[in-house]
């Protein structure tokens, strides 16, 4: 990664219209932005819609490809694509997931996922894509397996929280499930090798120097060996694990408490998302978007871990729901917010 102390400027791409309510969550598809294959993301948003954006590769402006309308009848929380780019789940306040497949440019629901009591606020694949997660306001975490032609099985049903569940996330290279909620709290689910027999395996709490608010959002760096979360008490928390560990496969390594950034944000921190290059982004509600980067002084003089790297005052009119870094070669940040818009930024070095 070229150092970013020089300086660098959060350039505003373009601002994408066309939902009539809140944009609550949006996801790049992991399969495009390289090799020639134009970037595509999706959007979901309070008008119980799911939109698909494609960039044109010749203007380099984006455009809306398809509006997913037909399925959810109330709003739509959470999207998430496979590993492979295939399948598109999304989650709903009408107690369902739905799963999406591209046929032939043409966006197909393939199934509907039922079991949740009320709302599912989120849904994230592991990396390998055999299995899918699901969590709600009834303070479960459900587990899905992914059969052949488009099945799924709910395999485990996990209670543990003891509030809505806002956020789960699926390690980046094991099948660990994570999930943070409104009862402050993250904890860590395993499943302990005997069939589907899932674990919560640890507890992120007040008491190990976790959050005193809803968590609202967690993000891994790509090695998997740190984490940070995001809360409504306006601070974002750093936890690391041995990767050495971790990786040996024979026993868990728990989660530490590592720092705590606070005073960048005034109001709740709704969003967090880590790059590859290890660029950190939050997303509020105070409107501003924040970057984040090691700092690399911090061995010298014992400073703070992480530095900020640069503040967006009102990137949005309305609070910042969703933060998402592009795959592929570029730079790209997506937001998403409640004043109904997605803007699309480029991280350029100055």
């Known amino acids: 990664m070229e150092n970013f102390n020089e300086g660098c400027e959060l350039k505003e791409f373009q601002t994408l219209e066309g939902h009539s309510d809140r944009v609550w969550s949006l996801a790049w ?148 499930l994570f999930s943070c909620s409104y009862d402050n709290s993250i904890k860590v689910w395993a499943d302990e090798g005997d069939s589907d027999d899932w674990q919560c395996i640890q507890t992120l709490g007040e008491s190990n120097n976790g959050h005193t608010s809803t968590v609202w959002a967690l993000s891994f760096n790509t090695s998997g060996d740190k984490m940070f979360t995001c809360s409504d008490d306006l601070t974002l928390k750093l936890w690391e694990t041995d990767s050495r560990r971790m990786q040996s496969g024979n026993e868990f390594a728990p989660w530490r408490h590592l720092c705590t950034l606070t005073g960048y944000h005034d109001r709740t921190i709704f969003s967090v998302h880590w790059s590859r290059e290890g660029i950190i982004a939050s997303g509020a509600a105070d409107d501003c978007i924040r970057l984040f980067v090691e700092n690399n002084e911090s061995l010298v003089d014992g400073g703070p871990l992480y530095k900020l790297l640069l503040k967006k005052e009102k990137a949005h009119n309305m609070d910042i729901n969703s933060v998402q870094w592009s795959p592929g070669e570029k730079r790209l940040l997506a937001s998403a917010s409640d004043d109904g818009t997605i803007k699309v930024w480029e991280l350029l070095s100055l």
């Open 29 to 176: 598809n992991p399969a495009t932005g390289h090799s020639g294959i134009p970037y595509v993301f999706a959007s979901c948003s309070g008008d119980k819609t799911v939109r698909i954006w494609e960039q044109n590769l010749s203007t380099g402006l984006w455009g809306c490809k398809a509006v997913l309308d037909e399925t959810h009848t109330r709003t739509v929380r959470s999207c998430a694509w496979s590993p492979s780019g295939k399948l598109l789940a999304t989650a709903s306040f009408d107690a369902t997931t739905a799963i999406w497949e591209n046929v032939g440019g043409d966006f197909e629901c393939v199934s509907t996922l039922e079991g949740h009591e009320n709302e599912v606020k989120s849904v994230s694949w592991n990396a390998s894509g055999s299995l899918l997660a699901t969590c709600g306001r009834d303070k479960s975490v459900w587990i899905w397996e992914v059969q052949p032609g488009n099945e799924f099985e709910c395999v485990s049903v996990l209670q543990g929280h003891t509030q809505d569940v806002k956020m789960v996330q699926w390690h980046p290279t094991m099948d660990i």
